[in-house]
């Protein structure tokens, strides 16, 4: 009678052990699945990054050139108004 149980028993383990290696390998198929995602993800991202990157990178070219344009607008207002003003007291 003992010898049937064990045997219940052992068989009861090997299904046992059938089912976890079935779900084990579901794991790891999904774990494979999520790191692929994420590696697509993480080169998503990094590809949003350099693109903002360069706008950014851009945008600052732009204002640079900006503030040299207005930077020399008034660099020749002020020379002009320094020149008229020297003008007006030496031929006063």
């Given at each position: 009678m ?13 299904g ?6 079935k ?11 999520l790191?692929a995602?994420?590696r697509?993800l993480?080169?998503y991202?990094?590809g ?33 108004m320094w ?10």
């Amino acid at each position: 009678m003992e010898r049937s149980s064990l045997e219940e028993r052992v068989a009861r383990i090997e299904g046992i052990l059938e089912q976890m290696d079935k779900r084990l390998n579901h794991l790891e198929s999904e774990i494979r699945d999520l790191r692929a995602e994420i590696r697509d993800l993480r080169a998503y991202v990094e590809g949003e990054i350099k693109g903002l990157r360069n706008e950014i990178m851009s945008e600052i070219g732009d204002l640079r050139r900006d503030l040299n344009n207005r930077f020399l607008w008034i660099l020749g207002v002020q020379i002009t108004m320094w020149v008229t003003i020297i003008l007006a007291i030496l031929f006063k």
